[in-house]
């Protein structure tokens, strides 16, 4: 059977809908000039074999058949074509027009075709130059470049991996015929979500639920030493009164900002308000909260109390505001009203204590449940009744201390446990006197926990306290240094057990988090070693790394899963960028920021990325050509459309001048596209030079073989289209960067290149053409993530309502858009739509009493509902990330 079904699919090729089991290895033909590119031939066959598919190349079979029957049999039998080209075009044989490189090529019409071409070349043979042409002008190729051996085994291993796993959804049986839309919310700041119940708390909880329902204190500040449980308490307070504040109930954590000025970035991040660097960001953050009754959970104040003004400024501006703070000190503002958390209820230890009443006391009940949680036969008897007791008073009943003790109840029952507390705390009394005292009680604790590890365990909890937020296993393997021997996966497996490290699913991956209080500890440890300037090093070149991957991948068809994984990765991007600029290494500070260009366009934190690369441009130093140009792009490019200071247009032109220098031209390109865009938006457009800036970049994208960056030119020369009324030149613009977009399987292109289709549809008088259009970039924008492009495709369908003069549905539609573009901060950067044109009729007209109730009503939708308006044959549905948190 399995010969039959190998035969009948050699004959159909790859349209069979085969699965393949692993001993029908699909086989991968490498086509290549041999000597000039023999590493990168080596790198590509180690890459396929990796995925345990079957290398077909030249060298690797006996040859007793001249080399054009060799390679014409072996494509016969080849299901994927790879095409590795450099400088040279190859021998061309007697009798025949064109190289092997080229025939090879030619006798591949039907197979999928993945074409690498290697970077810098230097003198580029003109046979090779007219095959390149040929292939990228075919657009039946995935085209890319490579500079390394390495990065080419990357690119192939994951093309090939991306292509099976499409080939092999294609073989499923069809959809249900309800499409399905997932509405990401990649930044919203929901309540993390506990592991289990609030022990001990409920009179605190009663106490502050009252005090924000019906006392209406708008500003409540929980204040006690780390570790006492103020974050779960606040947590679970949040979650009671969620039904008084419809507006949300927005969790912002600062444990990883230590700035005061970043926590306008850290608020506007939990609400979802995008940074587009296209005005201030309090304005924006007002603007979202101004009309909410809104409660925003504040975590951690203590690091940033200069902030506090930043908060009152913002409850000045938002009156329906209410915050509720952790912090281990006051914030000493206008307003504030405190509530100071204790410690949980401690046993009392008399002649006459029993079981139940040392059960009932708050501190034993959360050491029990955390006990059981490792050891769930655990249980409290007359025998170990007073040691449990004793353990719980020694720590004073602070929570997390309780934690980490009961963490060592699987290998230390309760009386050894004790023993070694009494011994180990009365070691450490003397180390933190200056601390309160339940300060100093927990610092002990997490002392003793760490001395009962092992010293390569301890060695990796303290390197573990340089990564902001969360961390991959991938990134602890690769920035950490262990002993020989000592694999991570081991060892971080003990400090999890340990209640040191706590673990998360990410969707497929496992993610890990330290509580602030032990980073805190981590970081200090590795300070006295001496290791923290090392480690951080690591930190930050482990990012710049994944950043030249995420580069790559960001313009394909794993952009979503990228940009979500980059967003779990926020603090230690951040992070990463802060060390570079802080060590003034200028030059790695902007390649890490011009890497991650389409994920912070994407995730609109390009004002953020425009305040590092100012820091790059006022520094004082030299800086490299290229270093400059790339700030140059970022601090101008992004607020064309405020040019107060003139400095836009020099900017850019220099910009491009510097990468042109480099010989970027992809960069080159951006900044001619820029500019562009600048003297479009000029008092006195000059579209002339508009044109030729744009027809200049299209061709440096095409010679740089950056199809993503060559399809948003065609945006933009479709748009300049557009300004002169021509809808026939826009179209084709428009359906060129679509053709590209999608062979680059590019979403977040696809989108933008589709929304502007359906303006140019409408605007012919193709209403049908143009839903459709806007359908499908409405629904690839939610499911990336993209929230402009949300905003994009609900003003698309108000043009389609507007069309129709169904005044109730366009009015519903627009003022959802707006509210989403104030919830966002995106108010500014409308330039991409032209629904409000398309509704001036019907404002105009008899219907605008029901158009303007309708808008108001729309103010009022949600996301999800909005998104159902739009696309009412789709179900709809939110996706939101939440962390787990399990402290006390």
Not at 98 to 122: M, R
Not at 144 to 162: I, M, N, R
Not at 398 to 410: C, D, F, N, Q, T
Not at 430 to 446: E, K, M, N
Request: net charge negative.
């Amino acid at each position: 059977m399995a010969a039959q079904t190998d035969t009948r699919s050699e004959a159909e090729g790859l349209a069979s809908p085969l699965i393949r089991t692993p001993d029908q290895r699909l086989r991968i033909f490498v086509s290549s000039t041999l000597r000039e590119l023999a590493p990168e031939r080596k790198s590509a066959r180690v890459a396929i074999e990796r995925l345990h598919l079957a290398p077909v190349m030249f060298e690797l079979g006996a040859r007793p058949h001249p080399p054009r029957e060799l390679y014409r049999a072996y494509l016969q039998q080849s299901h994927v074509f790879v095409g590795l080209y450099w400088e040279r075009y190859g021998w061309v044989a007697p009798g025949e027009e064109v190289s092997g490189l080229e025939d090879e090529y030619n006798l591949a019409p039907t197979l999928p075709k993945l074409i690498y071409i290697k970077e810098p070349a230097e003198s580029r043979d003109a046979g090779l130059t007219a095959l390149l042409a040929r292939i990228r002008d075919s657009d039946n190729a995935s085209f890319k470049y490579f500079s390394t051996p390495e990065e080419l085994g990357e690119l192939l291993e994951a093309d090939l991996a991306t292509m099976l796993a499409e080939s092999f959804e294609r073989s499923l049986e069809p959809p249900a015929p309800a499409q399905s839309i997932v509405v990401a919310a990649e930044e919203t700041g929901v309540l993390p979500h506990p592991l289990s119940e609030l022990v001990g708390r409920e009179r605190e909880v009663d106490a502050l639920v009252t005090a924000l329902t019906r006392e209406r204190g708008r500003l409540l500040t929980l204040t006690g030493p780390g570790g006492i449980g103020k974050s779960r308490l606040a947590i679970d307070v949040g979650n009671r009164v969620r039904r008084d504040f419809p507006g949300g109930v927005w969790f912002v954590d600062l444990s990883t900002v230590h700035d005061a000025a970043l926590v306008p970035t850290a608020i506007a991040q939990s609400l979802g308000v995008r940074n587009a660097g296209d005005g201030p960001l309090m304005e924006k953050i007002t603007t979202a909260l101004s009309n909410r009754k809104a409660l925003l959970v504040i975590d951690n104040f203590e690091q940033v109390l200069d902030a506090a003004t930043t908060l009152s400024a913002l409850l000045a501006a938002a009156p329906e505001l209410t915050m509720l703070v952790t912090s281990r000190m006051l914030l000493r503002v206008s307003g504030e009203r405190t509530f100071e958390v204790g410690s949980l209820g401690l046993p009392a230890l008399t002649r006459r204590t029993d079981v139940a009443s040392v059960l009932a006391s708050a501190s034993v009940a959360l050491f029990v449940e955390r006990a059981r949680a490792v050891k769930p036969d655990f249980e409290v008897t007359a025998e170990n009744m007073g040691d449990v007791a004793r353990i719980c008073i020694v720590l004073e009943g602070v929570p997390l201390a309780l934690e980490l003790a009961a963490a060592r109840i699987r290998i230390l029952p309760p009386a050894t446990l004790i023993e070694r507390l009494d011994r180990g705390l009365a070691l450490l009394a003397g180390g933190a006197r200056d601390l309160p005292a339940r300060q100093q009680t927990l610092r002990s604790t997490i002392e003793w926990s760490t001395q009962l590890l092992r010293e390569d365990e301890l060695l990796l909890l303290e390197q573990l306290g340089v990564f902001a937020g969360g961390f991959s296993l991938e990134a602890a393997e690769d920035v950490c240094v262990t002993p020989s021997g000592s694999r991570v996966l081991d060892l971080l497996e003990t400090l999890v057990d340990s209640s040191l490290v706590r673990q998360q699913d990410r969707g497929d991956r496992p993610y890990f988090t330290i509580l602030a209080t032990v980073r805190e500890y981590a970081l200090e440890k590795l300070a006295d070693r001496g290791q923290l300037e090392d480690a951080g090093r690591r930190h930050a070149t482990y990012y710049l790394r994944e950043s030249r991957h995420a580069k790559r991948m960001l313009d394909g068809s794993e952009q979503a899963d990228w940009a979500a994984r980059l967003a779990d990765e926020r603090d230690n991007l951040r992070a990463a960028e802060r060390f570079w600029l802080d060590h003034r290494e200028w030059v790695s500070a902007a390649e890490f920021a011009w890497n991650l260009y389409l994920y912070w366009w994407i995730g609109g934190h390009l004002g953020e990325v425009r305040v590092w690369m100012d820091e790059v441009l006022e520094s004082g130093d030299e800086l490299p050509d290229l270093t400059r140009a790339q700030a140059l792009y970022f601090t101008r490019a992004i607020t064309f459309w405020q040019d107060r200071e003139k400095e836009i247009v020099p900017g850019l032109t220099e910009s491009a001048r510097l990468f042109r220098a480099q010989h970027d031209r992809s960069g080159e390109a951006f900044a001619l596209v820029s500019l562009a865009l600048a003297v479009l938006s000029a008092p006195e457009p000059d579209v002339a030079q508009a044109d030729a800036e744009l027809e200049q970049g299209v061709d440096l994208f095409r010679q740089a073989g950056d199809r993503w960056g060559e399809a948003m030119a065609f945006v933009t020369r479709g748009r300049v289209a557009l300004m002169r009324h021509d809808l026939e030149g826009a179209l084709t613009c428009f359906t060129e960067s679509l053709a590209l977009t999608k062979l680059q399987r590019d979403d977040l292109g696809t989108a933008i290149a589709l929304h502007h289709l359906g303006w140019v549809n409408l605007l012919s008088g193709d209403p049908a053409k143009a839903a459709a259009a806007f359908d499908e970039s409405l629904s690839i924008s939610a499911r990336l993530g993209h929230v402009e492009g949300v905003a994009w495709g609900l003003e698309g369908f108000v043009g389609i309502a507007a069309a129709s003069n169904d005044a109730d549905r366009a009015g519903r539609l627009l003022g959802a858009s707006e509210s989403l573009r104030e919830q966002t901060g995106l108010y500014n950067a409308r330039s991409f739509s032209l629904h409000e044109r398309a509704v001036q009729s019907i404002i105009d007209g008899p219907a605008a009493a029901e158009f303007e109730r309708a808008r108001l009503e729309g103010h009022d939708l949600s996301l999800e509902e909005a998104v159902s308006l739009a696309l009412p044959a789709a179900v709809v549905r939110q996706s939101t990330r939440t962390n787990a948190v399990d402290a006390n």
